[in-house]
């Protein structure tokens, strides 16, 4: 793949992916993506011969995340001053 559709495709991907960091690696000639934010904080990071490949692995890994219930904190109680 030369770098204009590396890029395009590392361009296209980062627009339809905005909860993933997209890079193309020249030596490895894969597309690559780290999550980003709270929201995949222990997602894995992804690797893929093309850009398409990646998009599915991204979108199966949101969805498996978005399956899972919230974990929220519990509430803390009330301080009352004296």
Do not use: N
């Amino acid at each position: 793949m030369d770098e204009t559709d590396a890029a395009e495709g590392v361009r296209l991907l980062a627009s339809r992916l905005p909860f993933w960091t997209v890079w193309y690696g020249q030596h490895t000639g894969h597309f690559w993506a780290l999550p980003k934010g709270p929201y995949l904080a222990s997602a894995p990071h992804i690797e893929s011969f093309t850009a398409d490949e990646l998009e599915q692995q991204a979108w199966e890994i949101e969805r498996a995340f978005l399956a899972q219930p919230v974990r929220r904190r519990p509430a803390r109680p009330i301080l009352r001053s004296r």
